[in-house]
């Protein structure tokens, strides 16, 4: 990998969440190191606050249009995603051949609450006016519980096929202590993926998103993508 910082870019994403300020941290982080990235939502670039009418297929294609116009621009663009976010680079992955590694964090291969989401879905109606109108202070950063039936449809229904069809180098990043996503069935999704290079780094600790550790996280994707720091 070349060493010149100014041919590589990250284009990272954040998880389910209302706005991109888990990928800015990850920005932050590349940025004192001297890297250009950009930090974007699940959904894209542009900020929303009205998630009612939201599909995966336009997250997708907000997604894959900034990657590919920054694949025009950069010699090397490379993918980090929180969670849902890196199912969204694994999902673009299956088409287009212009990320040049992905690194997942936390991917939800499979909810390890489910259950409880699909439940709780059922009383959503009784609240979520309130809700929705309370959703456009952004200041709140309110869970967006109108793309919570799409979300989970995705990645019960999409995420897990095609995966063989993936050819960029894929790394996985996982605690054994994820409340969120079982780690037990990540070697057999990742089996599936065609990469000749894949790996997975499970960790003893942390959370969904491995205790918000940048440093920590940045340094085991960029030695993956064998990045000089």
């Known amino acids: 990998m070349s060493s010149d910082k100014s041919k590589i870019h990250f284009v990272l994403v954040a998880g389910y969440s209302a706005d991109e300020q888990e990928a800015a941290v990850l920005k932050e982080n590349l940025a004192k190191q001297g890297f250009s990235a950009d930090a974007i939502s699940f959904y894209g670039e542009k900020y929303i606050n009205d998630f009612t009418d939201l599909k995966i297929s336009d997250c997708i294609k907000n997604i894959s249009g900034l990657i590919n116009k920054r694949a025009e621009e950069y010699e090397n663009v490379f993918g980090i995603g929180i969670s849902l976010g890196g199912a ?22 499979r909810l390890s609450n489910v259950r409880w989401i699909k439940f709780g879905q059922l009383f959503l109606p009784l609240f979520y006016f309130v809700w929705r109108q309370l959703q456009k202070i952004k200041r709140l950063r309110l869970s967006p519980l109108g793309a919570t039936k799409i979300v989970v449809d995705y ?18 990043l996982h605690s054994k202590k994820d409340p969120v996503s079982d780690y037990r069935v990540l070697p057999g999704y990742l089996d599936q993926i065609a990469s000749g290079k894949k790996k997975i780094i499970f960790f003893e600790k942390g959370n969904h998103v491995i205790a918000h550790d940048a440093d920590l996280l940045m340094r085991y994707s960029l030695d993956f993508f064998e990045i000089e720091r």
């Not at 299956?94 to 590694?101: D, F, I, M, V, Y």
């Not at 690194?103 to 291969?109: D, N, Q, R, V």
């Not at 990645?155 to 996985?172: G, H, M, R, S, Y």
């Open 155 to 172: 990645l019960e229904k999409d995420l897990p096929i095609n995966l063989a069809t993936i050819q960029a180098p894929v790394l996985l």
């Open 88 to 109: 969204l680079l694994l999902e673009h992955a299956k088409k287009k051949s212009n990320l040049k590694g992905i690194a997942s964090i936390g991917t939800p291969f």
